[in-house]
């Protein structure tokens, strides 16, 4: 049976601002990417999430960003490679003591906004990533956009990864997501959604954004869990993946 993994981001809650919905997600998914502090998140948020998805074996993985709340993490950043890598070290450290204190694995790490989107398209960047990675644990398993040069890159240093695909993105011909400053990098109907997550999982292919049908590996899907319909689209792909006899297993499940 074909196997995978629903991932979401998590914890981006901070101080007195509340973002998503956590309690009602977490149940719903089999991996949580927990933010550490620098695009979103707090160290009270970090505990709870932690706890949260402990208590409902979902896996937990550090998402470290680049140090920028304003702009979500989504605003590319010009650091240098001892910067970039120092920031995920701290970030996953963080995270990592978290997990420890509540006697609870860190199963993966995934990349979170502008960081992941420059290391997908840029192999020395990848490389500075994946080796961050690797140097806090080389057992955990690297989450990567599909075909790009984070998966490449964290394979050469002898990780564990996942290829993530998008219920909600389009696709550019080359593989790489289409850019949120596109009106049409989104998409909003929900069955085209579901569409293209269950011929990504049982297919292996994608229709791109020129209408050209490409290859791409699926191991972990990521949803969105702050939409205003979020919950009922999780839903709704849990179970057209279950008709599509696709078993929902965390990832190293």
Do not use: W
């Not at 979401?8 to 309690?23: P, R």
């Not at 009270?44 to 550090?62: C, P, S």
């Not at 006697?103 to 906004?113: A, E, F, R, T």
């Amino acid at each position: 049976m074909t196997k995978v993994d629903l991932n979401c981001d998590l914890g981006e809650s901070f101080g007195n601002y509340k973002i998503g919905n956590d309690e009602q997600v977490i149940p719903l998914i089999t991996s949580a990417n927990i933010a550490c502090g620098y695009h979103a998140g707090d160290p009270n948020v970090m505990a709870k999430t932690v706890q949260r998805a402990k208590a409902h074996d979902v896996g937990i993985g550090a998402h470290p960003g680049f140090p920028d709340l304003q702009g979500f993490g989504r605003r590319n950043l010009d650091m240098s490679y001892d910067d970039v890598y120092n920031m995920i070290v701290y970030q996953m450290g963080a995270l990592k003591s978290f997990c420890d204190i509540n006697d609870v694995k860190l199963n993966h790490v995934k990349p979170h906004g502008a960081l992941y989107q420059m290391g997908a398209k840029d192999k020395d960047f990848a490389k500075v990533i994946a080796q961050a990675v690797y140097d806090i644990d080389p057992n955990i398993i690297f989450v990567g956009l599909s075909q790009s040069f984070l998966i490449d890159e964290a394979k050469q240093l002898g990780l564990s990864t996942a290829s993530e695909v998008f219920a909600d993105r389009r696709y550019e011909a080359d593989g790489q997501l289409v850019s949120r400053k596109k009106n049409n990098a989104v998409i909003k109907d929900t069955d085209e959604a579901i569409q293209q997550v269950i011929d990504m999982v049982t297919k292996g292919k994608v229709t791109a954004i020129n209408g050209q049908e490409i290859e791409i590996s699926a191991d972990t899907i990521c949803v969105h869990g702050d939409g205003e319909h979020a919950l009922e689209f999780v839903k709704q792909i849990r179970q057209q993946l279950s008709s599509a006899n696709v078993d929902i297993v965390k990832l190293g499940g």
